[in-house]
């Protein structure tokens, strides 16, 4: 979808897709996983996959500059061809659902657990579509600055929970260092490589040429990039001096586990429910930006407006599906979860960068 002129964007809120996407597809997710594999150590997983992830922050931000008319379907299908373009599009759209499907059921179950444990998960799931079908009305630029503001609002948030925490941490709980196995520790920096992929890619939902100040956008990239993997480290850092070791695999969400501590002045106290909105507005963000993937893939006929609606119950009634309760929820969680990033959104874009990169040399 092309935007108009007065639809156009500026590189600061486009570069904060990264935020809000980062902090949905990782908490209560990727740093479970990672969690569960490295205890204490994810904090030297996570540096070294910041580290790792420049390669893909390079490629994507080499795809924006190098691309300038397109997004990433259109480039697709102008690099290899109607057929394997849309072949390669339906593939990355199948990843863009998994992770719709693990998000939707993540946030009704965090919602069921932590604020209404008499409430169906199934109504929970209602609550949260409602608002994503009339959101995916809405152009990508009033989709990014509703992202912003959910961005701003997150922040705050965040800032607030470690002023209120910082008095709860103890040095002491991040020893000991390097106990988890060489594999175990790879495995989770691999984690966060693959699944930082999300973000990036995220970013690809339209072309430069759309972005008004396009100018200052390699420099608001890396700037973002760099603040939110510095942010989501402090929020890990934090929730290890909190909790120590022996608690980091037990809990399902132990970064809300450990705004349970919150305590400011000793008179603004269990405001961590509050805190957690976070949570709603970080995954609301990143779902809104993956309807408008799907929505974009999908046929242009005048029932276009519908597809929302179509995405919404076809979520609803898959999660039901597949996930029966939370025990195979956290199964495929940690058994296929990253394997899916992989193979249906790392692996395509690097047949994107490739094949940008062959096509350009051969013109030069």
């Given at each position: 979808m092309v935007e108009k002129d007065s639809e156009k964007i500026y590189s600061f809120g486009y570069s904060f897709i990264m935020f809000t996407a980062t902090l949905s597809i990782f908490i209560g997710k990727g740093s479970y996983i990672m969690f569960s594999l490295t205890q204490n150590d994810t904090i030297i997983a996570i540096i070294l996959g910041f580290i790792l992830s420049f390669i893909t922050f390079y490629i994507v931000r080499y795809i924006i500059n190098k691309n300038e008319t397109n997004n990433i379907y259109e480039l697709n299908e102008n690099l290899f061809g109607s057929f394997l373009g849309k072949a390669l599009n339906i593939?990355?759209?199948?990843?863009?659902?998994?992770?719709?499907?693990?998000?939707?059921?993540?946030?009704?179950?965090?919602?069921?657990?932590?604020?209404?444990?008499?409430?169906?998960?199934?109504?929970?799931?209602?609550?949260?579509?409602?608002?994503?079908?009339?959101?995916?009305?809405?152009?990508?630029?009033?989709?990014?600055?509703t992202n912003q503001v959910f961005s701003i609002v997150s922040f705050i948030f965040i800032v607030f929970g470690f002023l209120g925490t910082f008095q709860e941490l103890n040095?002491?709980?991040?020893?000991?260092?390097?106990?988890?196995?060489?594999?175990?520790?790879?495995?989770?920096?691999?984690?966060?490589?693959?699944?930082?992929?999300?973000?990036?890619?995220?970013?690809?939902?339209?072309?430069?040429?759309?972005?008004?100040?396009?100018?200052r956008l390699n420099g608001n990239l890396l700037k973002v990039f760099i603040f939110t993997n510095v942010i989501f480290g402090l929020i890990i850092l934090a929730t290890i001096?909190?909790?120590?070791?022996?608690?980091?695999?037990?809990?399902?969400?132990?970064?809300?586990?450990?705004?349970?501590?919150?305590?400011?002045?000793?008179?603004?106290?269990?405001?961590?429910?509050?805190?957690?909105?976070?949570?709603?507005?970080?995954?609301?963000?990143?779902?809104?930006?993956?309807?408008?993937?799907?929505?974009?893939?999908?046929?242009?006929?005048?029932?276009?407006?519908?597809?929302?609606?179509?995405?919404?119950?076809?979520?609803?009634?898959?999660?039901?599906?597949?996930?029966?309760?939370?025990?195979?929820?956290?199964?495929?969680?940690?058994?296929?979860?990253?394997y899916s990033v992989l193979i249906f959104i790392f692996i395509p874009l690097i047949a994107t960068y490739c094949r940008l990169l062959v096509k350009r040399k051969n013109i030069t």
């Open positions: 593939i990355m759209a199948i990843g863009f659902y998994i992770i719709s499907l693990v998000i939707l059921y993540n946030m009704a179950d965090f919602f069921n657990t932590e604020y209404l444990p008499e409430t169906s998960v199934d109504y929970l799931k209602i609550l949260v579509l409602l608002p994503l079908i009339y959101l995916s009305t809405k152009n990508l630029s009033t989709l990014i600055k040095i002491t709980n991040i020893e000991p260092l390097f106990l988890s196995s060489k594999t175990s520790i790879i495995k989770s920096i691999l984690t966060y490589f693959i699944l930082f992929a999300v973000p990036l890619v995220m970013l690809l939902v339209t072309s430069k040429k759309n972005i008004k100040d396009s100018d001096l909190i909790l120590g070791r022996e608690y980091l695999s037990i809990f399902r969400f132990p970064e809300h586990i450990s705004l349970k501590q919150f305590s400011l002045f000793n008179i603004l106290e269990r405001i961590e429910n509050i805190l957690a909105l976070q949570y709603y507005f970080n995954c609301v963000g990143l779902l809104s930006f993956l309807y408008y993937f799907l929505i974009n893939i999908m046929p242009k006929t005048r029932f276009r407006r519908y597809y929302s609606v179509l995405i919404a119950l076809s979520q609803f009634i898959i999660t039901n599906v597949i996930f029966k309760n939370t025990i195979t929820f956290i199964e495929m969680l940690k058994g296929y979860f990253v």
